[in-house]
């Protein structure tokens, strides 16, 4: 099953980028806007809200034989939640990923250079106010059962009075991913869920 989910994941050739939830090429909102995750897309990819023009985006001819690992979301790890009690009443806040991207750039030889990006949302339950919520955000990569690297960092953000959640990104740049045989998992997760498990759903 984890063999043919590595299958799977490996069918986009770079260079590529590609939203979590929106899916490559995704359109801009009805107003004509480019949409939140478009957005979010091109800060990771070009550094920028907007993309350059044609002549200047990469080309299919830079390194035909590249896969850029899609990132999936560890068991668990999507979100997590702080409530007092069973109900729902009860709940204080959730923290949670909401989309996710990566660029692969070549380095020589069959390594490439990777960059990952999350977007998440901290929202208020019923038992919640304001104030800064915040959780550890885990960005593993994989080549089989060898760890290529571990990331760690603090997401989230602070709700002010009278709104009811907030949004954060984060950019997890640098990780170099040397040559080598075996397919590579890029592994998300949030708190507890470590981007650890095996278990792991595709986004």
Known sequence: MRDALLRRSSLLAL???????????????????????????????????????????????????????????????????????????????????????????????????????????????????????GATLTTVVMRGTAQIARRAARVGGTVPSGQGGTDFSHVEDGIVVPAGRGDVEIIVGLGTGGATSARARRR
């Open 15 to 133: 260079p590529l980028m590609c939203l979590g939830l929106a899916g490559c090429g995704s359109s801009s909102s009805s107003s004509g806007q480019p949409s939140a995750m478009q957005t979010f897309g091109n800060v990771v990819m070009f550094q920028s809200t907007t993309p350059p023009p044609p002549d200047q985006l990469p080309t299919d001819d830079q390194d035909e034989q590249l896969i850029c690992p899609q990132v999936i979301i560890a068991d668990g790890g999507a979100a997590i939640r702080a409530q007092s009690g069973q109900d729902s009443g009860s709940l204080r806040h959730q923290i949670s990923i909401l989309n996710v991207a990566r660029e692969c750039t070549p380095t020589g030889n069959g390594g490439f250079r990777l960059k990952v990006g999350v977007e998440g949302r901290v929202l208020l339950g019923p038992a919640g106010g304001a104030g800064s919520y």
